[in-house]
T-cell receptor, first 119, second 111 residues
Framework: EVQLVESGGGLVQPGGSLRLSCAAS????????MNWIRQAPGKGLEWISF????????YYADSVKGRFVISRDNAKGSLYLQMNSLGAEDTAVYYC????????????WSQGTLVTVSS | QSILTQPPSVSGAPGQRVTISCTGS?????????VHWYQQFPGTAPKLLIY???NRPSGVPDRFSGSKSGTSASLAISGLQAEDESDYYC???????????FGGGTKLTVL
């Protein structure tokens, strides 16, 4: 069974940093590109970052470019999102999601982890 | 403001057919990029409902169907059931933004 399990969310002060992890199981992580998608409270979905199968290619939404870094460790079966210079606008539930064969859609999602940026 | 435009809400009675529209532009849906649809219940992760305009993943009932024409796409749900009450999102790719983009979401109410 495909599973994506996140950890690392929580409360952080404005300007602070947080690192999210996404542990993959039930499939070979190295065969799939991966993404991070977030959802602010009561709002819609926002794609924020992509990473290719071997990590060589990454993309970011303008809203997080220069502040967030996506990475992966295929040997450990894990995806990461390092979030720096956090602001209130980054408060959201963050999901990691799998992209089958670079198809441009997301077929499996994690349960989501809430990141709250507040003093 | 979302790049893809969806109606905030739609409703229908059990057994009826409802459609949810997703309007884009020449830089996303109109450029030939596929449209995908997700279903999201409150407090849970989105679930892939339709991919590549009109394909259903295994396990999705054939009551759900997708279509695309020009710069717009639609999700149709026939034989509406109470369990279909949920939020629905369309998604595509936009080449001017170089981003994957979502619609703002549509809340379906089953009357």
């Amino acid at each position: 069974e495909v599973q994506l399990v996140e950890s690392g969310g929580g409360l952080v002060q404005p300007g602070g940093s947080l690192r999210l992890s996404c542990a993959a199981s039930g499939f070979t992580l190295s065969s799939y590109s991966m993404n991070w998608i977030r959802q602010a409270p009561g709002k819609g979905l926002e794609w924020i970052s992509f990473i290719s199968t071997n990590g060589a290619t990454t993309y970011y939404a303008d809203s997080v470019k220069g502040r967030f870094v996506i990475s992966r460790d295929n040997a450990k079966g894990s995806l990461y999102l390092q979030m720096n210079s956090l602001g209130a606008e980054d408060t959201a539930v963050y999901y990691c999601a799998r992209d089958p064969a670079g198809a441009g859609y997301f077929d499996y999602w994690s349960q989501g982890t809430l990141v709250t940026v507040s003093s | 403001q979302s790049i893809l435009t969806q109606p905030p809400s739609v409703s229908g009675a059990p057994g009826q057919r409802v459609t949810i529209s997703c309007t884009g532009s020449s830089s996303n849906i109109g450029a030939g990029y596929y449209v995908h649809w997700y279903q999201q219940f409150p407090g849970t992760a989105p679930k892939l409902l339709i991919y590549d305009n009109n394909n259903r993943p295994s396990g999705v009932p054939d009551r759900f169907s997708g279509s695309k024409s020009g710069t717009s796409a639609s999700l149709a749900i026939s034989g509406l059931q109470a369990e279909d009450e949920s939020d629905y999102y369309c998604q595509s790719y936009d080449y001017t933004l170089n981003d994957w983009v979502f619609g703002g979401g549509t809340k379906l109410t089953v009357l």
